[in-house]
Each structure stands twice: as structure tokens, then as C-alpha cells.
């Protein structure tokens, strides 16, 4: 069965300090990864998928199979990144996201 | 606005009651979720439906049961409410069951009491 994992429930930055937000995942296949976003008290949003390989708010994640790892970036943080991100991976013959436990970011000004 | 949309946004109600949550969207496409998020923020599938067939059902109380009149629509019933119910509910929706993102409706926020 497909698991992912975020090893850091808060993480706090200050304003213009780069930022990490880690994911690790296990799976038998070839996965699909993602990135989501929720704002305070908002839907969540698509980030970031690892097959479009592009850079959304200065955010990017490399898919790294030999760790198995897909890590979220950002060389300088604003105080808007302040939200919860969830990394998410979807099984290559379904429809099913399984989701991490999220990632409680604070950009500190 | 092309959107997943579920009324109500917020519910507040007492133990036992039933409730139904709606879900809709107007994105044309053809398989819609209902995913959890506890108290812990955690996330989880409970349904999906694909064209108006469930294909996914998580380890879910049978007290909760998803209607999809067509596929535009899924709605969410819960029987008897119970304290552990309490969470947001978030519809999703996709263009079918492989290889597509996954758009989230607003959340609807239920509280038992």
C-alpha cells in the first residue's frame, strides 16, 4: 500500500530565509506526486505535479526515486506562503490521493 | 465561476440527527471524491464515484452514504451524528480516474454537539 510521509508538522521561516518542506513516500509503482496548499480556511489548491516539472509562487519539487523523496522548495519566503501544505501521491492504475499528515507553515516577518 | 461547489459551508448540529452535505461541479468531469480532514488536519478518501458508480469506499461507518444523481452531483448523507463526525468535508473532483489533478471544492465544515 501506498504511504506518504512529512516528517514536520510545523515549520516556521523567517521572511527571505529559504524554505524545505519534506516528503517521503512508498510505493510499489511508478508514482504520480503533488503538491497541495491550503490557505487558512480554504480549499486546497494544486501546487505543484511532479510531471509538469514547473515553478508556481517560486515553489519547486524534484522527484528523487532513489530516496523517494519529493521536496518542496523555496529559495526566499514571503510572509503569503504562510498556509498548510500537504504532499499527496496518486496510484498510477486509480484515482485514489493518499495524502501526508501536512506541513503547518509560518513565515515570520 | 467553473467550480467545485459544496453548500453548506458550515453545519453545526446535535448528536444523532442526520445530515446531507452537497457536492457539485461544473468542470465536466466524470469521477468526484469526498475526502475527511480531522481535527489533526489529516486527510483521507471515503468515496469516489466514477460516472455515477462507486469505485472507491474506504473503512467508512455505513452510516455515511453517497448519493450521485449523475455525475455532476455527489452528495454526502450522514445518519445519527456522532461527536467523532465532527471534521471538514471536502468534495473533489476529476477527469477520470487516471492521470488527472484533482480540484477541491471549499470544504464544508460540520460540528456535532
Known amino acids: 500500500a501506498q504511504r506518504v510521509t512529512q516528517p514536520e508538522k510545523l515549520l516556521s521561516v523567517f521572511k527571505g530565509a529559504p524554505v524545505e518542506l519534506k516528503c517521503n513516500y512508498s510505493?510499489?509503482?511508478?508514482?504520480?506526486l503533488f503538491w497541495y496548499v491550503q490557505y487558512s480556511r480554504q480549499r486546497l489548491q494544486l501546487l505543484l505535479r511532479h510531471i509538469s516539472r514547473e515553478s508556481i509562487k517560486g515553489f519547486t519539487a524534484d522527484l528523487n526515486k532513489g530516496e523517494t523523496s519529493f521536496h518542496l522548495k523555496k529559495p526566499f519566503a514571503q510572509e503569503e506562503d504562510s498556509a498548510m501544505y500537504y504532499c499527496a501521491l496518486k496510484e498510477t492504475s486509480g484515482s485514489r490521493l493518499t495524502f501526508g499528515e501536512g506541513t503547518q507553515l509560518t513565515v515570520n516577518p | 465561476d467553473t467550480a467545485v461547489s459544496q453548500t453548506p459551508k458550515y453545519l453545526v448540529t446535535q448528536m444523532g440527527n442526520d445530515k446531507s452535505i452537497k457536492c457539485e461541479q461544473n468542470l465536466g468531469h466524470d469521477t468526484m471524491y469526498w475526502y475527511k480532514q480531522d481535527s489533526k488536519k489529516f486527510l483521507k478518501i471515503m468515496f469516489s464515484?466514477?460516472?455515477?458508480?462507486?469505485?472507491i469506499n474506504e473503512t467508512v461507518p455505513n452510516r455515511f452514504s453517497p448519493k450521485s444523481p449523475d455525475k455532476a452531483h455527489l452528495n454526502l448523507h450522514i445518519n445519527s451524528l456522532e461527536l467523532g463526525d465532527s471534521a471538514v468535508y471536502f468534495c473533489?473532483?476529476?477527469?477520470?480516474?487516471?492521470?488527472?489533478?484533482?480540484?477541491f471544492g471549499e470544504g464544508s465544515w460540520l460540528t456535532v454537539v
Open positions: 473533489a473532483s476529476s477527469q477520470g480516474t487516471i492521470g488527472n489533478t484533482i480540484y
Open positions: 464515484y466514477n460516472n455515477k458508480e462507486l469505485i
Open positions: 510505493y510499489s509503482g511508478s508514482p504520480e
